[in-house]
């Protein structure tokens, strides 16, 4: 299991401890770990203290999240501070070695390859529940009554003992993001499920998640008011097609992409340079290679034509709260 752990965040030599900090979702590996490398990110903090103008600093690597992670933080209210940066370091352990904790965040945040048998038996070590008990009525949390946390998928693992008659007793938190909301709900849930009957049955667990609540984009300046015939982003030869960073959609944080690009005589759209993107620059790199694979009908040309590129999560695809298939 690898884990990506944060080192201190800089501005301008002034180091800022974030209010609160993302980790990259954690990784499953066949080796040891040791061809992966650090990965660093410039970045701004704006008034609020949300990160902004994120930008790999360092190319390669195995990790695609680290971005998305630090787009989800927040550093303290303030003045804008500029010339940021921040080291996510990856951390190996053998299964085996791997906090329990760790194991459960990589279940719940439906990372895979699934956890192999190996991890499932740590995570669910001593739970009786696991064979021979099954729930006669599963009782869920509203999960509308639950407040989302800004891209963060929270989830709750929730430990329980199962009496002769089928009833949960001994209910109670066994791991968890700290949403307070979800946590409550969970352990009400439970107390509320009913199961076979039986001898007693002690170390039982079930879990559940609340789906990442919605970090919209930061504003996008306005146009530069081209309207040019040949520009206009409604006539395509090949029509753009739109692909979501999957580290953002997972995390439900949108963003956005201004691009420059020219149009040859042909249709051909060449020489796409990102002009701007937030809250990322990896939501420019995704509209550059969207727009790179695009063409124009046949024409005079253009040059200097401007794209902006907006990303946003769809309403019925914000919200993926429910429980664990792990669980099964």
């Not at 980790?23 to 770990?33: H, K, Q, V």
Request: net charge negative; aromatic share 8%.
């Amino acid at each position: 299991m690898v884990m990506w752990m944060p080192g201190p965040a800089q501005c301008a030599g002034s180091t800022q401890t974030p209010v609160s900090g993302r980790r990259p979702y954690n990784m499953l590996t066949r080796s040891d770990g040791a061809n992966l490398k650090p990965v660093e990110y410039t970045f701004a903090i704006d008034a609020s203290g949300r990160p902004v103008s994120i930008a790999r600093n360092t190319e390669g690597g195995a990790n695609e999240q680290a971005g998305s992670a630090l787009a989800a933080s927040r550093f303290a209210l303030g003045e804008r501070r500029e010339d940021c940066s921040i080291s996510y370091v990856p951390v190996a352990k053998r299964l085996e070695d791997t906090p329990v904790v760790e194991l459960q965040s990589y279940m719940m945040t439906n990372q895979r390859p699934r956890l192999p048998e190996e991890g499932l038996r740590k995570v669910f070590a001593g739970d009786e529940c696991r064979r021979a008990t099954q729930p006669l009525m599963r009782a869920y949390p509203d999960f509308s009554q639950v407040d989302a946390t800004p891209g963060v998928r929270d989830w709750e693992m929730v430990g329980f003992d199962v009496d002769s008659e089928g009833r949960t007793q001994d209910v109670r938190n066994v791991g968890g993001t700290g949403n307070d909301d979800l946590e409550e709900a969970a352990r009400e849930a439970v107390e509320e499920t009913r199961f076979n009957e039986g001898p007693l049955r002690r170390n039982c667990t079930y879990p559940y998640w609340r789906g990442a609540g919605l970090l919209p984009a930061p504003d996008m300046p306005p146009s530069n008011g081209d309207e040019r015939p040949e520009c206009r982003d409604d006539e395509w030869a090949t029509p753009p097609k739109l692909v979501y960073p999957e580290a953002y959609r997972a995390r439900s944080i949108e963003g956005w992409a201004i691009l420059h690009f020219d149009i040859a005589p042909w249709g051909e759209v060449g020489n796409v340079s990102v002009v701007a993107a937030e809250p990322s620059d990896d939501f420019g790199q995704a509209a550059k290679f969207m727009l790179e694979r695009a063409s124009k009908p046949e024409g005079a040309g253009a040059v200097g034509c401007e794209a902006r590129v907006a990303y946003r999560i769809r309403a019925d695809g914000a919200d993926d709260s429910g429980e664990s298939a792990a669980a099964s």
